[in-house]
């Protein structure tokens, strides 16, 4: 092997040549354990915080009554850990901040997670939970996923499910508490039950339905069981549910509507022709060179020519209620009887019986039977 060669090998970086062995370095221990905070054998380097810290939160008009009421077990709860709190009823506010005596640094947060909490209608001995150190809390806001009003409050009501029903499921299998209030879920639990809980949250705001989130969490909590699948892929095991495109009923078109999608517009190249504007239109009829005052006073008279001839068809409505209706004439022609009469033999025939001057003189229409029948006055009588 060349010099060239040689130096063209590429070789690794061992990182940890200089590395010594720490004491934690060892498979036996947990780090992912979290420890308490013991006062006693954990201490600060200058025995106490160097300045004060606090966190401040506002609550809502309707939560007024009840902070009043609980803040003693509160004051109580938070003194243990050298934390002091303030209810501020004016401004409607919530403080807490640390004192000379508080050792353990991270308290103030949980404190500070504490009255977020009671402000998003949180009971207060569920609140207090937070103050453990295996305890976590987050609040999701899921106003703003939704753009829709109508669909938001569906997708929420669906996270909740029939009687709260889907919120207790995933509240056992998260082992989390969840409540829903407005625009905001809070979730208190540990790490990975948070995580859970607001993957399932998110997607239920994005249409997916929790129960399939739910199915896939039983699943794998039942997979946790089994020590032999602790270190294998779980993905076999879980389902994949697939979006499907649901075809929805198209409506019902009209005739017009038809012949319009029937009717398909020859192609053509060049573009449409550019519709006139506005100026152009007021040039063309003259408007453009007319001062302010006189388009007010053309644009009055067409209003009131349009006023007239409305008030007029009106008045023509309303006169034609007082029309009389036509009569429709009658068929005075007879379709049973035939009218093919020998007239002049019928002339004969009277004429030979010998009748009177008067009756020679008599129309024929006399002796013709015309269909009409004369009706009969009756004489009334007189009493």
């Not at 008599?362 to 009334?380: C, F, I, R």
């Given at each position: ?263 398909k517009k020859a192609y053509t190249p060049f573009p449409p022709v550019q519709l006139p504007s506005k100026i152009d239109k007021q040039l063309d009829s003259g408007e453009y060179f007319l001062s302010e005052r006189q388009r007010k006073a053309k644009k009055l008279a067409e209003k009131q020519e349009k006023s007239i001839q409305k008030s007029v068809e009106r008045r023509m409505e309303r006169e034609k209620q007082f029309e009389a209706p036509t009569k429709k004439k009658k068929d005075t022609t007879d379709t049973g009887k035939s009218n093919d009469l020998d007239l002049d033999s019928l002339k004969n025939k009277f004429a030979a019986a010998g009748g009177s001057s008067k009756r020679k003189a ?22």
């Open positions: 092997m060349s010099d060239n060669e040689a130096s063209n090998v590429i070789t690794k970086k061992n990182h940890n040549k200089y590395r010594r062995d720490k004491p934690w370095d060892n498979d036996e221990v947990n780090h992912w354990e979290i420890q308490s905070w013991d006062p006693q054998s954990d201490s600060l380097p200058g025995g106490s915080l160097l300045e004060e810290s606090s966190f401040a939160t506002l609550f809502p008009k309707y939560r007024e009554k009840y902070l009043r009421e609980t803040w003693p077990i509160i004051t109580r709860a938070l003194d243990k850990h050298n934390i002091k709190c303030e209810l501020n009823l004016v401004e409607g506010s919530m403080t807490v901040f640390t004192t000379k005596k508080t050792s353990d640094p991270y308290i103030i947060l949980k404190a500070r997670d504490l009255i977020k909490l009671l402000a998003r209608s949180i009971p207060a001995n569920q609140a207090l939970k937070i103050l453990q150190d295996d305890t976590h809390a987050e609040i999701i806001k899921i106003g703003g996923m939704v753009r829709n009003k109508e669909r938001f409050v569906k997708r929420r009501q669906r996270l909740i499910g029939p009687d709260g029903a889907t919120l207790k499921a995933l509240e056992l299998l998260t082992e989390c508490y969840i409540l829903v209030q407005g625009n905001t879920v809070a979730v208190m639990g540990g790490i990975k039950g948070i995580k859970q809980a607001r993957q399932v949250i998110v997607e239920c705001m994005k249409n997916i339905h929790p129960v399939y989130n739910i199915k896939r969490l039983m699943i794998m909590k039942e997979l946790a069981k089994d020590p032999k699948l602790a270190n294998e892929d779980w993905s076999r095991f879980l389902p994949t549910f697939k979006k499907k495109n649901v075809q929805r009923k198209k409506p019902k078109l009209d005739e017009k509507q038809k012949e319009k999608m029937q009717k008599d129309s024929v229409s006399d002796y013709v039977d015309d269909g009409k029948k004369k009706k009969k006055k009756k004489k009334s009588k007189k009493s």
